[in-house]
């Protein structure tokens, strides 16, 4: 079994700054690639960065400059830096990592919220 432990979220004003962070564990073999996404009141998930193994990352077109994705492989942990936040970034914030066998886990979720 594995589990995704998010941590980093909170309450931040419009222009500032988060780090998320995700932490695996488990049976840690064969993975494809780690993200993040984020889910907002009566919204569907959708995908916020990814990161591959090999380091390609991608990124939803309304975070690209504002946010970055990394990984520590050692750790099996991926952090999401966000800058400049935003009220629209206001949401439910999700890792999952990708095995290559095409097995998916969910982290729990961690609350951000950027409000003045």
């Known amino acids: 079994q594995v589990q995704l432990v998010e941590s980093g979220g909170g309450l931040v004003q419009p222009g500032g700054s988060l780090r998320l962070s995700c932490t695996a564990s488990?049976?840690?073999?064969?993975?494809?690639?780690m993200g993040w996404y984020r889910q907002a009141p009566g919204a569907q998930r959708d995908l916020v960065a990814t990161?591959?193994?090999?380091?390609?990352?991608n990124y939803a077109d309304s975070v690209k400059g504002r946010f970055s994705i990394s990984r520590e492989k050692t750790r099996n942990t991926v952090y999401l830096q966000m800058s400049n936040l935003k009220p629209e970034d206001t949401a439910l914030y999700y890792c999952?990592?990708?095995?290559?066998?095409?097995?998916?886990?969910w982290g729990q979720g961690t609350q951000v919220t950027v409000s003045s």
């Open positions: 488990g049976r840690i073999f064969g993975v494809h690639a």
């Open positions: 999952d990592i990708v095995f290559h066998t095409g097995a998916t886990y």
């Open positions: 990161i591959r193994m090999n380091g390609d990352t």
